[in-house]
């Protein structure tokens, strides 16, 4: 169980970017996902995080569909009740955490379960505490990201992402701004949530780091190797 694709196809300007493509990611497992500059790293977390639409093919989450695909292999994406429900099994920590500048750490980890209305406001605190505490920064629950560190905003970021207990957690670039010892503390944090039965990927340019801490390593260069042919 964990996240499926099948037969991915995603083309830029009439450019295969994707092309045929499987994935899988399992629960507990930690994908960490390298290769050279453009060859679709960032493009596939994103398509998996429904910021951009696959041409062709099937994303799943258990039994929770994003896109099937049409007699023709075209991808056809489900209603938008039923993208809402896959987009509450995938988190996406973003490289530069994305946290909303005008709201608190606590408002910031509370916002989507209320709106979409999932949990109560006492859940969802009670909730937050809890990742809060869990990824060392509860005392930051009441403060603006802005007066928080790099590594604290990540941080903040990361329990954001976990409020809806996503089966699959997503980092873009998580290391890039971080020295080795916080990047091993963030690594640490990975294996963590991942023992949790969480599936991860991470895309990065860290060799060392996604070495140490995946417990699968996929080469973009290899999955894309057409374009090496072609
Ligand atoms: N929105 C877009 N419009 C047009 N082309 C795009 C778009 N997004 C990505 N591309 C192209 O798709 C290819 C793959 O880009 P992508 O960012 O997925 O690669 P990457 O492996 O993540 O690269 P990097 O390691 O440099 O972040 C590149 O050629 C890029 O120019």
């Known amino acids: 169980m964990g996240l499926k694709a099948t037969n991915l196809t995603k083309q830029f300007n009439g450019i295969d970017v994707l092309r045929n493509f499987d994935f899988t990611i399992e629960a507990g497992e930690i994908v960490t996902l390298v290769g050279k500059s453009g060859t679709g790293k960032t493009t596939l977390m994103r398509v998996l995080n429904q910021l951009e639409k696959a041409d062709n093919g099937t994303v799943a989450i258990d039994d929770h569909y994003l896109c099937n695909e049409t007699l023709e292999g075209k991808a056809e994406y489900v209603s938008k009740k039923e993208r809402m429900t896959y987009n509450n099994q995938i ?45 060392g920064i509860l005392d930051k629950k009441d403060v603006y990201p802005s007066t928080l560190s790099g590594g604290q905003q990540q941080r903040a970021a990361i329990a954001r992402s976990m409020m809806l207990n996503p089966k699959i957690l997503c980092f873009d670039e998580p290391t890039s701004a971080l020295d080795r010892d916080s990047s091993n503390e963030v690594g640490k944090m990975i294996q963590t949530i991942a023992l949790s039965g969480t599936g991860i990927l991470i895309v990065t340019h860290d060799l060392e780091f996604a070495e140490t801490f995946g417990t699968r390593v996929v080469s973009s260069d290899e999955f894309l190797s057409y374009k090496i042919e072609s």
Do not use: H, R, S, W
């Open 91 to 135: 988190g996406m920590v973003f490289q530069d955490y994305q946290l909303f500048p005008n709201l608190t750490v606590m408002e910031n980890c509370i916002e989507a379960p209320l709106d979409q209305k999932l949990m109560t406001k006492e859940q969802a605190v009670e909730k937050a505490v809890q990742l809060l505490t869990q990824m």
